[in-house]
C-alpha cells in the first residue's frame, strides 16, 4: 500500500459539492445560533424567573450531552413528527447546539460592561431596552467577536458529523470515494485541505473584523 498524490487532484472535483454542502449547513446552523444565543443570553441575564429558568435549563441539556446525541435525536424526532429532511436536521442541530454556547458568550461579554453605563443611559431618560440596544450591546458584541470567531470554527469542524445522518458532506464523501478506489489517505487528505481551506478564511475574516472594530473603538 502507497500514498499516491495524483489522486489527490484527480480526486479533488468530486468534494465539490461535498464542500459546498458542509459550508451551507455550517453557515446556516450559526446562523440560527446567533439568533438562539443571543435570545437566550438576555433571557440569562433577566431577573424574570419565566425567562431565566428555561434558558438556563437550555444552556445547561445542550452543554451536558453531545453534539452527535442531539443530531440523531433531532433527526429521529423531527422525521417521525414533522417528516423533517436530513439537511434541515442537521442545521438545526447544529442552530441549537452552537445557540447555546453563543448565549454564554453574549451574556459574558454584556455583563462584563461596567454596571455604571446602565445606570446613566436611564439617568438620561432612556429606556432599559433602549440602553441595551443603543449602549450595552454594541460594546459586548466587540467583545464577543474572538470567541465567536472560535465558535463558528468549531460550528464547521462540527459539521462533519452530519455524516451520522446520511447527508454527503466532506467526511462522508471521502468514505464514499475510499470504499471504491481503496485510497483512503488520499481521500481524508482531500477532505481535509478543505476544512483547513475554510478554517483559514474564517479566521481571517475574524481576525479582519478584530481589526476593524479595535480602529473603531480607538477613534
Known sequence: MYYDASALIKYFPYFLPAAWMTIKISVLGI????GLGLTAAFARISRRTVLN?????????????????QLLFIYYGMRSVAGLDAVPSAVLALGVHNGAYIGEIFRGAIQSIAPGQMEAARSLGMSHCRAMI???LPQALKRAVPPLGNQFIIALKDSSLASAITINELLLKAQQLASSNFMMMEMLTVAAFFYLFYTGVFTWLFARVEARLAVSART
Open 31 to 34: 446562523l440560527l445560533g446567533l
Open 53 to 69: 429558568a428555561p434558558a438556563r435549563a437550555y444552556v445547561y441539556v445542550i452543554r451536558g450531552t453531545p453534539l452527535l446525541l
Open 134 to 136: 443603543r449602549i450595552i
